[in-house]
């Protein structure tokens, strides 16, 4: 069964510093999502992406973030500087066309900031 | 705004028995009602869901049942195995977009 993949598993990084996370979504989905979940909290809904550009994004997710799909198949997080708060694990999701139609995740990233 | 409420945060069942839980949402423009399994530092995996032109899905052990005028939804787990132990989310989705807003979450323990 096809997966989302995310890479790197964990990342450990300095306040302040920019950090990029990689996923690959499902080959034939469309919509591409970023959550994060707080240690012992809810997953929490940052951004959806589809045909290029982002359809809808949360309070969360500031002019720090962005996101990109660079190629065919990747797409990726960047956090321009980094906060204390920022450390989570971050998840990729991926659908098909519509919106009453599966998200499947990833493995998600641990992004520790020291 | 909206918003999935989600309990209990914590339930504990013995083996066998039935377990129960409950969400609530407030956008009544939510169409699509998926519930995720997530075990320790793993990823939420999807094990049923329902769309709002259903008012109950069942899979082997598993129900979830939807009441649209109510803005209810809760899965039912029968005959519950030590496996079944991990976090439940429920979370609702709207036509546009899609995005998922989930549930605050529960702890589920089934003891042998």
């Known amino acids: 069964e096809p997966e989302v993949t995310q890479t790197p598993s964990h990342q450990v990084t300095q306040m302040g510093q920019e950090v990029i996370l990689h996923c690959v979504p499902i080959s034939n989905h469309l919509y591409f999502y970023w959550y994060r979940q707080i240690l012992g909290q809810k997953v929490e809904f940052l951004v959806s992406?589809?045909?290029?550009?982002?359809?809808?994004k949360s309070e969360i997710f500031d002019d720090q973030f962005s996101v990109e799909r660079p190629d065919g198949s990747n797409f990726t997080l960047k956090i321009r500087s980094t906060k204390l708060e920022d450390s989570a694990m971050y998840f990729c999701?991926?659908?098909?066309?519509?919106?009453?139609?599966?998200?499947?995740f990833g493995d998600g990233t641990r992004l520790s900031i020291l | 705004g909206e918003n999935v409420e989600q309990h209990p945060s914590t339930l504990s069942v013995q083996e066998g028995d039935s377990a129960v839980i409950k969400c609530t949402y407030s956008?009544?423009?939510?169409?699509?009602f998926p519930w995720y399994k997530q075990e320790l530092g793993k990823r939420p995996q999807l094990i049923i869901d329902i769309r709002s032109n259903v008012g109950e899905k069942k899979d082997q052990r598993i129900a979830v049942t939807l009441n649209k005028t109510a803005k209810h939804f809760s899965l039912h787990i029968t005959e519950t195995q030590p496996e079944d132990s991990a976090v439940y989310f429920c979370?609702?989705?709207?036509?546009?977009?899609?995005?998922?807003?989930f549930g605050q979450g529960t702890e589920l323990s089934v003891k042998p």
């Open positions: 992406f589809y045909n290029n550009e982002i359809s809808e």
């Open positions: 979370a609702a989705s709207t036509i546009q977009g899609g995005k998922l807003i």
């Open positions: 956008d009544s423009a939510s169409n699509y």
């Open positions: 999701a991926s659908r098909r066309l519509y919106s009453n139609q599966p998200q499947h």
